[in-house]
């Protein structure tokens, strides 16, 4: 377990030496400047979220004793909920409108490290990898926000939680953004269902890929321009050590 952990933690740090290895740095490259360009009409939908949020909120206030912590206090709940909400979707919009690319990253390790297997990824079938890719972040995002909106009351109404659910939402996200890296490369061996079955056996090994990319994803503009490759090269690498070829 903590031996997966730690593999899926220090497996970044072969992502430099995999980049020349496998020749990924155009792909590094455009997937970059595409997530960089939607991470950044993100940001901008983020903060317009949080504000209004904020506002909104103030409003079940109606009174003029404590106003301003009231508004402060409705500033900082908005702000958690958003950022919350925004790290859970948004990672996994990057992902999917960057699986093609992603894919490609994936397959291309795989191709090298196995000379002899024969993959047969036309058009096509990469159209429905966009689609699995799509399943699985929906399916990802419903059971993150159930889980998260969970925590965040309890840390809301019991204030010295947070200690505790915080830790909790951080983890359950990294789960989930390392299933989605995880996929790049089970696609091509195993079905939606079996694919969430190898993630659950290892689970730690995908929490701590996701740790990682979730850790670059907080940089602004800088994390989501290497997150998602690094991610999956990183990831692949991992894997394609546990698959039969």
């Known amino acids: 377990m903590i031996s997966e952990f730690i593999e899926g933690i220090f497996g970044y740090f072969k992502v430099f030496s995999a980049i020349r290895k496998y020749k990924l740095m155009r792909l590094l490259i455009f997937s970059g400047l595409l ?134 939402i951080f983890i359950i996200q990294a789960y989930y953004a390392g299933v989605g890296n995880a996929d790049f490369y089970l696609e091509r061996h195993l079905n939606v269902k079996e694919s969430a079955s190898f993630s659950k056996r290892h689970t730690f090994l995908v929490i701590g890929n996701g740790t990682i990319f979730l850790l670059l994803f907080f940089i602004p503009f800088l994390g989501a321009f290497f997150a998602p490759a690094f991610g999956t090269i990183s990831s692949s690498l991992s894997i394609d050590k546990r698959i039969d070829h």
């Open 35 to 168: 997530s960089i360009t939607l991470y950044g009409v993100g940001v901008y939908g983020f903060w317009q979220l949080s504000d209004i949020a904020g506002d909104y909120l103030v409003r079940f206030y109606p009174f003029e004793f404590g106003a301003k912590i009231i508004n402060k206090l409705s500033d900082i709940i908005a702000f958690t909920g958003c950022l919350a909400l925004f790290t859970i979707i948004f990672k996994h919009i990057i992902l999917v409108v960057t699986s093609p690319l992603m894919s490609i990253i994936s397959e291309k390790i795989e191709k090298t490290e196995h000379p002899n297997v024969q993959f047969n990824q036309s058009v096509i079938q990469k159209g429905i990898g966009v689609i699995r890719g799509l399943r699985i972040a929906l399916r990802s995002i419903r059971k993150e926000l159930v889980y998260t909106l969970l925590l965040l009351i309890l840390g809301w109404i019991i204030p010295f939680l947070m200690v505790v659910t915080t830790p909790l």
